[in-house]
C-alpha cells in the first residue's frame, strides 16, 4: 500500500482572472459558506500498473457533505432533485422526491462503491441514533455516484466503512480542498483530471443577503468542448493532447446546491433545475450515458422529526427546528417566486464556476495500465483568457 502523494494546490478559476457573473462570492467562495454546511473527503491513492481487478491500482475515495447545522435526521431541510439525463444513481431520491426533505448527510463515492457506502453510513447513523428502528422509522442515506474506472480498480470496491466514517467526522466548514480529492480523485472533467470543485455567491434578494454554493463531483465531457467563461479553450488546446489516449466522452456530474434563502420543495426543484443551464454553458450535452443530478437544499426552515415538545428531541435541535405553532403544525417562512430571479442567476453561476474549480485543482493522474488525465495546463488557459478576456476589475490578474 502506498500512501497518497502530498497535495497539490493549484490556482483556481479566479486566480486565473476570471469571475463568474456579477454577484461577489462568499468568504471561501464554497459551498461551506452557506453556514452549516460541512464538508470531509477521504482520498485513497494506492499503486501503480496493470489493472488487477479486487487489487488496484486504486485512484478512488469518498465525501461527505452536511448539509446544514446540527442533526440533520433529527432536524431535517428541504431538498429536491433535478436529473438531465439519467444513467447514474441517487440512494434515497425517492423519498427526497415524496417528502421534499433530506434527512442524512450525503455521500459521494465510485459507481460500485454506492452500496458499501450506504452500508457504512447505515452503520455510523445507527450509533448515533441507537433508536433508529425502534423508536425511529429507519434512514435511507443519500448517496450518489460517477465511475471512475478509466483510473481506478472500481470493481476492487476499495472504500472502505472506516473511510466513510473519517469523512463523516472530519467533515467541517471553510476552504474545501477540490481537484483529485476524495470522491474525485479518479474523476476527469472534459478529459482534465479532477473532479471535486465549489464555489459560492452572496445575492441581494427580497430584502435579505442570501447565499447560495455549489460542489460538484465532476466526470464528464468532451475536452474539444471546454468552454471556460464562453471561450473555446478546449478547442484552442486539444493539439497538445492528442497523443493521449482518452475514455469516451460520456460521463457524469452530481450537483449539490446549497442556500440559506427559505424556500420550499417546489422552489428548490426550480433552483435544482438552473444548474443545467451550468453544465451546458461549459460545453456538456448531456450524453446517452452520462448521469446529471442536482440535488438543491435549504438551510433556513428545518422540519422536525418530532414533535419539537416531544422530551425525545435534544434542545439543540429544538432551536433549529421551524417554529411550532400548534401540536403537529410547524411554521416555515417562504419567499415569494417573484423574488426568485437573483438566486437563479447565481445558481447557474456558482455551478458554472464549481466545475471550472474542479479542473483548474486537477493534477496529473496516472491510474492503472498507463491510463493518463493531465492536468489543465493553467499558464496555456490564463493565455488564451488574457486575449478573450480583461482582467475582472475586483479579481486583478495574477501571475503564474
Not at 452503520?123 to 433508529?132: D, G, N
Amino acid at each position: 500500500m502506498t500512501a497518497p502523494p502530498p497535495r497539490v494546490v493549484r490556482p483556481r478559476l479566479r486566480d486565473l482572472g476570471i469571475a463568474i457573473g456579477r454577484f461577489p462570492t462568499g468568504r471561501d467562495n464554497a459551498i461551506t459558506d452557506v453556514a452549516g454546511v460541512r464538508v470531509g473527503h477521504v482520498t485513497k491513492v494506492e499503486g501503480e500498473g496493470e489493472l488487477v481487478p479486487g487489487i488496484g491500482p486504486v485512484r478512488t475515495g469518498v465525501t461527505a457533505v452536511v448539509p446544514a447545522e446540527g442533526d440533520v435526521f433529527l432536524d431535517r431541510v428541504f431538498t429536491a432533485s433535478y436529473v438531465l439525463n439519467g444513467a447514474g444513481e441517487v440512494t434515497g431520491l425517492t423519498q427526497i422526491n415524496e417528502w421534499g426533505l433530506c434527512e442524512t448527510p450525503i455521500l459521494l463515492c465510485s459507481t460500485l462503491c454506492v452500496g458499501r457506502v450506504l452500508d457504512a453510513t447505515v452503520a455510523w447513523l445507527s450509533q448515533l441514533h441507537p433508536k433508529i428502528g425502534k423508536e425511529y422509522d429507519v434512514a435511507i442515506p443519500v448517496v450518489a455516484e460517477c465511475d471512475d474506472s478509466y483510473l481506478n480498480d472500481a470493481v476492487g470496491r476499495h472504500v472502505m466503512q472506516a473511510d466513510v466514517i473519517a469523512a463523516l467526522e472530519t467533515a467541517r466548514g471553510g476552504a474545501v480542498d477540490e481537484g483529485c480529492v476524495g470522491a474525485g480523485t479518479g474523476m476527469q472533467t472534459f478529459h482534465f483530471a479532477g473532479g471535486i470543485g465549489t464555489s459560492s455567491r452572496r445575492v441581494p434578494m427580497a430584502g435579505l443577503d442570501v447565499s447560495v454554493g455549489a460542489l460538484v463531483l465532476s466526470n464528464f465531457g468532451d475536452r474539444d468542448l471546454l468552454r471556460v467563461d464562453g471561450v473555446p479553450v478546449g478547442r484552442l488546446i486539444s493539439d497538445r493532447f492528442a497523443h493521449i489516449p482518452r475514455r469516451g466522452p460520456a460521463g457524469s456530474i452530481i450537483v449539490l446546491v446549497a442556500t440559506d434563502a427559505p424556500l420550499i420543495h417546489r422552489q428548490l426543484s426550480r433552483l435544482a433545475r438552473r444548474a443545467a443551464l451550468a453544465i451546458g454553458r461549459t460545453g456538456g450535452y448531456a450524453a446517452n450515458n452520462s448521469g446529471e443530478i442536482v440535488l438543491a437544499w435549504s438551510t433556513a426552515n428545518r422540519v422536525p422529526r418530532l414533535a419539537a415538545d416531544d422530551p425525545a428531541v435534544p434542545r439543540s435541535s429544538r432551536s433549529l427546528s421551524a417554529r411550532p405553532i400548534a401540536p403537529g403544525r410547524h411554521m416555515a417562512e417562504v419567499v415569494l417566486d417573484t423574488e426568485l430571479d437573483p438566486l437563479f442567476e447565481a445558481a447557474v453561476d456558482v455551478v458554472e464556476e464549481a466545475i471550472l474549480n474542479a479542473i483548474c485543482a486537477g493534477v496529473d493522474m496516472t491510474g492503472h495500465s498507463a491510463h493518463h488525465a493531465p492536468a489543465l495546463p493553467l499558464d496555456a488557459v490564463a493565455e488564451i483568457l488574457k486575449q478573450y478576456r480583461p482582467p475582472h476589475p475586483s479579481d486583478p490578474r495574477p501571475s503564474l
